[in-house]
């Protein structure tokens, strides 16, 4: 079983800054590539920035030169740094990564992590 466990979520004022990480446990034979996602209220789970296990990166517009994603592959993490952030920034943030088991090492799935809150104040 693979399980991701996010933490660094919190309340902060507008400007301020937070660093989210996510670790991945269980059964792993490898992690490809691995990404944030949040998700407000009434609306769908969004892409924020993914991260492909040679480091390369890619970002939604609206955070492009705030955050900052990277990863630790011998920890199984990956981190967001999020700075200058902004009341519109305010969601659920959701841990993404693309795993092969080691009872399935053919087979690459999705797993998500259980989300940990962001609210930014004005």
């Known amino acids: 079983q693979v399980q991701l466990v996010e933490s660094g979520g919190g309340l902060v004022q507008a400007g301020g800054s937070l660093r989210l990480s996510c670790v991945a446990s269980g059964s792993i034979f490898r992690i490809n590539d691995m990404g944030w996602y949040r998700q407000s209220p009434g609306k769908q789970r969004d892409l924020v920035a993914t991260i492909t296990s040679r480091g390369t990166t890619n970002y939604v517009d609206s955070v492009k030169g705030r955050f900052t994603i990277s990863r630790d592959n011998a920890k199984n993490t990956v981190y967001l740094e999020m700075n200058s952030l902004k009341p519109d920034d305010t969601a659920v943030y959701y841990c993404?990564?693309?795993?092969?088991?080691?009872?399935?090492?053919?087979?690459?799935?999705?797993?998500w992590g259980q989300g940990t809150q962001v609210t930014v104040s004005s």
């Open positions: 993404n990564a693309a795993i092969a088991t080691a009872q399935s090492f053919l087979r690459i799935n999705d797993y």
